[in-house]
């Protein structure tokens, strides 16, 4: 048989390459516009996340300097609060009326601490009542003062009595504003309002003139 015959497997036919298709990728991959949006969003992406970034910092920072703060507000309190009770100006009217009532309570059934507390307590109440706009509380509050300064008069000494007295008047007259003040409960007084009918000169003489009918 002849070569140009043979229809065999080892035929050149049979042995030449399969065309194939070749894919094409989508219009919109290849477009300029497109790869200009991406572009677009990377950056605006970037800017987001570095934005987000300060504000965690910016909102720690201010957090960690709150905190501090009220560290130190806290401290600041606290020497305010210590220096009231027990600073100088307290102890030139707290330590003649203990000094007075611990002279004065042999024979009493109260002791002298108790009566530190009853007056402590009382002057509390009623500088409470008061600010509240009871009328009986700050009667009582003036003499609860008139009384602390005759024991601050008696039992302290002698060239300073007039000295702590108008301490003690002093720090009275501070604790009574808001004694004296209308209270949050205290209702305004009532406003009234007064009409003054005025008649017009003369109106009198022509009702004189006019003739009865």
């Not at 307290?90 to 330590?95: D, G, L, V």
């Not at 600010?131 to 509380?137: D, E, P, T």
């Not at 003499?143 to 300073?160: E, I, Q, R």
Request: hydrophobic share 50%; proline share 7%; glycine share 8%.
């Amino acid at each position: 048989m002849d070569p140009q015959f043979d229809a065999g497997i080892d035929s050149p036919a049979d042995t030449s390459p399969t065309p194939t298709t070749r894919r094409r990728m989508p219009a919109w991959v290849t477009r300029s516009d497109t790869w200009f949006v991406a572009g677009v969003l990377t950056v605006a992406a970037a800017l987001a996340a570095g934005a987000l970034w300060l504000l965690w910092k910016l909102l720690t920072g201010i957090l960690a300097a709150l905190d501090a703060g009220g560290e130190i507000a806290g401290d600041a309190g606290h020497a305010a609060a210590n220096w009231v009770a027990t600073g100088p100006i307290t102890r030139t009217i707290t330590a003649p009326v203990h000094a007075y009532l611990d002279s004065h309570a042999a024979g009493l059934p109260a002791t002298a601490e108790q009566l530190r507390w009853g007056w402590l307590i009382t002057g509390v109440v009623l500088l409470t009542a008061a600010s509240f706009g009871a009328r009986g509380a700050r009667i009582g509050w003036c003499l609860h003062g008139v009384s602390t300064a005759a024991m601050v008069w008696s039992a302290s000494p002698a060239d300073n009595r007039e000295l702590a007295v108008a301490v003690t008047a002093a720090v009275w007259s501070l604790l009574a504003v808001p004694a004296f003040a209308r209270g949050p409960f205290q209702a305004a007084a009532p406003r009234h309002t007064t009409v003054v009918i005025t008649r017009p000169t003369g109106a009198d003489s022509a009702e004189s003139a006019t003739p009865a009918r």
